[in-house]
């Protein structure tokens, strides 16, 4: 079987941090929503998506190196933004019925898939498999890109 981690696959010509989120949103007009359980007090110490974030000139080269190297059968595609302010942020626990590959951006995030866990910081890149129930628990304030293609 092949690994699913690949330490240190990408480099950012920028740093992606979240003043680079701030200037992001203002420059598009991106979507964006809670993706984890919260509490009207603490919204943030939730997990945020921000949608289709490979229309923004900054990641232009690397979703065609997503394109180009995970994406043979040209099927449809999206880059995402998942983010949390705040240590022990966690993503809600699912399956996605396509592959998903996750990029580490900023600060540390684990994932759990199936039990097994693996350790993503900026430059990481971590395969999850369609169908593998899997969460995100953020160790420090933390940055993920999401890339998935689906038909």
């Given at each position: 079987?092949?690994?699913?981690i690949?330490?240190?696959?990408?480099?950012?010509?920028?740093?992606i941090d979240?003043n680079?989120?701030?200037?992001?949103?203002?420059?598009?007009?991106?979507?964006?929503?809670?993706?984890?359980?919260?509490?009207?007090?603490?919204?943030?110490?939730?997990?945020?998506?921000?949608?289709?974030v490979?229309?923004?000139?900054?990641?232009?080269?690397l979703?065609?190196?997503?394109?180009?190297?995970?994406?043979?059968?040209?099927?449809?595609a999206?880059?995402?933004?998942?983010?949390?302010?705040?240590?022990?942020?966690?993503?809600?626990?699912?399956?996605?019925?396509y592959?998903?590959?996750?990029?580490?951006?900023?600060?540390?995030?684990?994932?759990?898939?199936?039990?097994?866990?693996?350790?993503?910081?900026p430059?990481?890149l971590?395969?999850?498999?369609?169908?593998?129930t899997?969460t995100?628990?953020?160790?420090?304030?933390?940055?993920?890109?999401?890339?998935g293609t689906?038909?």
């Amino acid at each position: 079987m092949e690994s699913l981690i690949k330490k240190g696959a990408v480099e950012f010509k920028e740093p992606i941090d979240f003043n680079f989120i701030s200037k992001l949103m203002d420059r598009n007009n991106l979507k964006s929503e809670i993706s984890s359980n919260w509490l009207q007090q603490y919204v943030f110490n939730s997990a945020f998506k921000i949608n289709d974030v490979h229309t923004d000139p900054s990641f232009l080269d690397l979703y065609k190196h997503l394109q180009e190297n995970y994406n043979k059968d040209n099927l449809e595609a999206n880059l995402y933004i998942f983010c949390s302010f705040k240590m022990g942020a966690a993503s809600l626990t699912h399956k996605d019925h396509y592959d998903v590959y996750i990029i580490g951006a900023m600060g540390e995030t684990v994932y759990n898939l199936e039990g097994k866990e693996y350790r993503i910081c900026p430059g990481d890149l971590l395969k999850i498999p369609k169908g593998v129930t899997h969460t995100a628990l953020g160790m420090t304030p933390r940055i993920i890109l999401s890339y998935g293609t689906y038909n």
